[in-house]
């Protein structure tokens, strides 16, 4: 009778398995829409009624806490998979406030190692942790260009969702009629959901 062997951590980690995200279709929009706006007043809740560092901190812990828990399921679950993006938009928003993370160099290192950047090729924990840290990237990247737009430009809040909804539909419309990558497409669009669900 073989006896199995324990599993290495590049092997878990590397190992294709279960599709660990949702299927991208029109709720998932408006899930992530919503866990954005969801974040962004969890974020300013604490940064204004706790001392600055302790919001920080206690928004890490409970990242890290949220990561610790996707990561231990093998396959999509949609409570876990969304309190990870909460989780992601509460601390993306509070790094935004402080750096601003390089997106480029993310998705530049996740192609180099695993060839693709498509959300339907994330089957592993390794290829889960590259999506996470280009999540955490489009959170960053998306609160500052709703700042520039309400705060820097003058727009307001009202202008500046209607003009962030106009442009998250070219994406769309893009790969729709002109056939702008898909992938392209899609990271454009998660990018704009972040200061528009703001």
Do not use: Q
């Not at 962030?164 to 790969?175: C, D, E, M, Q, R």
């Amino acid at each position: 009778m073989a006896t199995s062997t324990p599993m290495s951590r590049r092997d878990a980690l590397t190992r294709p398995g279960w599709v660990r995200v949702p299927e991208i279709a029109a709720l998932f929009w408006v899930t992530k829409t919503l866990t954005t706006a969801m974040g962004e007043t969890t974020s300013d809740t604490l940064v204004h009624h706790v001392p600055g560092a302790v919001a920080v901190l206690l928004g890490f812990i409970v990242f890290e806490c949220a990561l610790v828990i996707r990561f231990r399921e093998p396959r999509y679950v949609p409570w876990i998979y969304w309190f990870a993006v909460v989780m992601v938009s509460v601390f993306g928003t509070m790094a935004a406030d402080v750096t601003h993370v390089a997106l480029v160099v993310i998705f530049r290192v996740w192609y180099r190692a695993e060839g693709t950047l498509s959300i339907h090729s994330i089957d592993t924990p390794h290829r889960e942790i590259f999506y996470r840290a280009a999540v955490l990237a489009t959170f960053a990247l998306g609160a500052a260009a709703g700042d520039m737009t309400t705060k820097t430009l003058h727009l307001g809040y009202l202008a500046s969702s209607v003009a962030f909804t106009a442009l998250f539909v070219i994406p769309w419309i893009a790969w729709a009629r002109f056939g702008l990558n898909a992938i392209v497409a899609f990271w454009i669009a998660y990018v704009l959901t972040r200061p528009l669900g703001a």
